[in-house]
């Protein structure tokens, strides 16, 4: 089924509108000098997180190399920023990585090599994944990708020893579907409410079951940000933790977890909304988890949104349904989604568990922010990492969240 889907959206076309011209009317002005690091590259690139996820760089590379050598038409200096779905475009080359692991998990699936055939079908669904990254609303590749990049994720558990369900939630009258990992369901298990960065989408936090949760006897279940993946009938408003406070009303009605005992982990973006809830929901929850997370600094300082990377900003727009071409438009707009405008951050306390990670010199979760977090909570656990750059850094940061976790679920 994933190939025929595969063949019917994903064949050569130059017509579809360019990622980064999305959401910034003036993003043909961009130019190398003005983005991250200096590189000339639209997309943020994170080789540390894609190693980490057992992606191979080699592979990525490879790409870096057919994108930065095409010859067709760019829609600014950025090298990623080649029109269309056709050879030379971000979108399209990593859809033949993830074709080519696809055609090798069913090869490894016929002959019966289960753990083959998880790792490739994983590996597709990451590729499948990065093929739409950053996952705007409204770019038809993107979307196109999400779908291969779920279905994939399904049949790589199928070939594990977990199980996963997809759950139908009910929120404003609407549904929102999200993923619920499970080591096994002999029990009700306690669960971890996850979310990413605002440039993700849930197939990306499946490391964190597989490698941490799971063998800590936890279910995890991974829920999408306003406006990506499948919460984009959502846009981003100062209520950030909507919809992930419409999932806690619904968890009594989940037969595999154990509603009573609910912690919630949020990772870069979600961090804020982590934060939220632990002042909105601190009887519903045992813990919450906010790791590098923003909260107040990127929202309230002008000249800091400004030095976003353009990528970055066009994520805040295309999430709050929005142009970002006009900084200070976009400033006040992002504004109420800090926590201390809010009220909540620096006035208040939750009796909560916190952890709180942060890195030296972070844009977006700098040292006044932490600073916020460590006094919300009088039981508070700060950890303080010099970068988060490399791939021992995850496995740290993950599993000292997990031990601590195991203490209050």
Not at 180 to 195: A, G, N
Request: include cysteine; hydrophobic fraction near 40%.
């Amino acid at each position: 089924m994933s190939e025929n889907l595969s063949e019917s959206l994903f064949k050569p076309r130059v017509t579809v509108k360019e990622t980064s011209t999305i959401s910034n009317s003036k993003a043909r002005q961009l130019i190398a000098e003005n983005q991250y690091d200096g590189r000339p590259w639209y997309r943020i690139q994170r080789p540390w997180l894609w190693q980490w996820m057992g992606m191979s760089w080699i592979d990525i590379q490879s790409v870096f190399s057919r994108i930065s050598a095409c010859d067709k038409p760019r829609t600014s200096e950025m090298l990623d920023t080649v029109g269309g779905y056709q050879p030379g475009s971000w979108s399209f080359e990593f859809m033949k990585l993830s074709s080519s692991s696809a055609s090798m998990a069913k090869a490894f699936a016929e002959a019966h090599d289960e753990p083959q055939a998880h790792k490739q079908y994983l590996m597709a669904s990451y590729y499948a994944t990065m093929a739409g990254f950053p996952h705007f609303k409204g770019d038809q590749i993107a979307t196109a990708t999400h779908a291969l990049s779920y279905t994939h994720l399904l049949s790589a558990v199928d070939h594990s020893p977990y199980l996963v369900k997809k759950l139908n939630i009910p929120v404003d009258n609407r549904h929102i579907e999200c993923y619920l990992h499970l080591p096994d369901d002999d029990s009700p298990k306690p669960v971890v409410i996850v979310s990413g960065g605002i440039d993700s989408i849930q197939p990306e936090l499946y490391p964190i079951f597989q490698h941490y949760f799971a063998k800590a006897g936890f279910a995890m279940l991974s829920v999408d940000l306003p406006g990506v993946g499948h919460s984009t009938q959502w846009c981003l408003q100062q209520d950030s933790s909507h919809i992930h406070m419409a999932i806690l009303d619904h968890l009594e009605e989940v037969p595999w977890v154990d509603h009573t005992r609910v912690a919630v982990l949020g990772y870069r973006f979600a961090g804020n909304i982590a934060a939220r809830m632990a002042f909105l929901a601190p009887e519903r929850l045992k813990a919450a988890a906010i790791l590098a997370g923003p909260v107040d600094r990127i929202f309230s300082d002008i000249n800091r949104m400004k030095a976003l990377p353009q990528m970055y900003r066009d994520c805040l727009a295309n999430r709050l349904g929005i142009d970002s071409a006009d900084p200070e438009a976009l400033f006040y707009k992002c504004l109420p989604l800090s926590l201390k405008t809010q009220g909540l951050l620096g006035a208040m306390h939750t009796r909560l568990p916190l952890f709180v990670l942060g890195r030296g010199g972070d844009y977006l979760c700098p040292a006044e922010d932490l600073n916020l977090l460590s006094h919300a909570s009088s039981d508070c656990t700060v950890k303080v990492m010099d970068s988060i750059a490399e791939n021992h850094a995850f496995n740290s940061i993950f599993a000292d969240v997990t031990k601590w976790l195991q203490k209050h679920l």
